[in-house]
């Protein structure tokens, strides 16, 4: 090679300055076990395609303290790129105009026709894809111990509400923990969900705690689900409050207690623990809400961005979110379903293929429905004062006939 042009090569390439690498700040509460390790899939995929993972985890299975950390940053000026969100918070920050418009790669990736259209109801804004969706989580869950549902007697699967209060008083006599619980508000709102579609059916939990009407809320069924509330209380154990929900799934892990009542994001730490569906670990719809899924879903917002290649890799990690081969890796170790319609169940277990059929069928016959607990039927001031009538009928400040009138109160919030 002539020298001269060697020379001027090198030259030219030490003037040009060293290409930044991409890069994405990612807030979400994600901290537990199963989550870290579900998160990690994304991380990789990113990573493979040059993107930097820059994470920024906030403690708090409800995300109430991320949502505190991203007002924050978003009145500094300094938003992050993504920030995993539920459901009206999604709206609410996308009416403050700050949420970047996705439509494009939406379109490119058919998004429209492979997302359900009840997750879009909070994906979109405006008609404007605004997050994108993860997984749907579906929160009418009961998860067991095998072994000690068999050491108690607790042989069938228990079809109503009445059965799985015997099978659980079977437990608690046999000297286990009957149901493990953490007495945080959003567990005890977690539990409420499930025992108001048992008690009323999917027609009364859409008129009271979604559409929030006062003659259902303050129906003889809502004081019926708080007596039923009740009769949970009592099968709980006395250390119950201020426990993280992945601590009580770790009371069922290591057969402490019989029953958990929560969300699929459960399955996570069974699968962590290496427990398996149906040999150690058994999964049912709550007792009464059979072809009924109350859901929610994990999405990441995209915040607008000054940076032109920050917004480049915000579009990658929205795209690695949403690719098929991502929903189904990440959702088998998650515990939940994928956000997408069309990815298969092959590489998913027992619990995770009964998932995406209920989805599937409820999405089919209209019995998908957001879950009041967690941010997807009423706006988050209602839902934080439902929060706080549950929780202080649970811990037995109030009876239940104050419950239901508080109730009704609470939904004009």
């Known amino acids: 090679m002539n020298k001269p042009i060697v020379t001027l090569a090198i030259a030219s390439a030490m003037a040009l300055p060293a290409a930044a690498q991409q890069n994405v700040e990612v807030l979400h509460w994600w901290t537990s076990g199963g ?18 993972w820059n994470d920024m985890p ?5 995300g109430e303290a991320a949502m505190t950390a991203v007002r924050a940053r978003v009145t500094a000026g300094n938003p992050p790129t993504a920030v995993q969100m539920l459901g009206f918070d999604i709206q609410d920050w996308a009416k403050q105009g700050v949420l970047a418009d996705m439509n494009d790669l939406a379109a490119k990736e058919n998004w429209d026709k492979t997302v359900p259209a009840a997750l879009q109801k909070f994906s979109k804004f405006g008609g404007n894809w605004i997050a994108a969706p993860v ?13 000690v549902l068999a050491k108690a007697g607790v042989t069938a699967e228990p079809k109503t509400f009445d059965e799985f209060i015997a099978a659980a008083e079977k437990v608690q006599k046999a000297g286990f923990v009957a149901i493990a619980h953490g007495g945080q508000p959003w567990q005890e709102a977690t539990i409420f969900d499930g ?11 859409r008129k009271a705690f979604i559409e929030l009407d006062a003659k259902a809320l ?15 209380r009592k099968l709980v154990d006395k250390d119950f409050s201020g426990r993280d929900w992945n601590v009580a799934s770790g009371m069922v892990i290591s057969g402490k207690a019989g029953f958990q009542i929560m969300g699929d994001w459960a399955k996570g730490e069974f699968v962590t623990a290496k427990k398996v569906p149906g040999k150690d670990l058994l999964c049912y719809r709550f007792p009464g ?9 994990d999405q990441f917002a995209m ?22 081969g991502f929903q189904s890796a990440f959702n088998v170790v998650k515990g939940s379903a994928p956000a997408r319609s069309d990815v298969p169940d092959t590489a998913f277990d027992d619990c995770g293929k009964k998932a995406i059929k209920d989805v599937a069928e409820a999405s089919k ?3 998908l429905v957001g879950s009041m607990a967690h941010g997807h039927a009423v706006p988050a001031s209602i839902k934080n004062a439902f929060y706080d009538v549950i929780t202080r009928h649970f811990n037995g400040q109030i009876d239940s006939k104050k419950a239901v009138t508080e109730l009704v109160s609470a939904s004009k919030t």
């Open 58 to 62: 906030v403690a708090g299975g409800g």
């Open 35 to 52: 989550e870290a390790a579900a998160l990690n899939v994304l991380k990789g995929n990113l990573e493979k395609q040059g993107v930097k």
């Open 218 to 232: 303050a129906s003889p069924t809502t004081l019926k689900v708080f007596d039923r509330m009740s009769q949970i």
């Open 135 to 147: 997984n749907i989580h579906s929160t009418n869950w009961i998860w067991a111990n095998k072994k």
């Open 303 to 324: 915040f607008k961005q000054k940076d032109a290649d920050k917004t480049g890799a915000q579009m990658k990690l929205a795209s690695a979110i949403m690719e098929p």
């Open 195 to 205: 025992v108001a579609l048992s008690t009323g059916g999917v027609d009364y939990y």
């Open 289 to 297: 809400t059979q072809g009924v899924v109350s859901f929610n879903t």
């Open 365 to 367: 016959n209209n019995t």
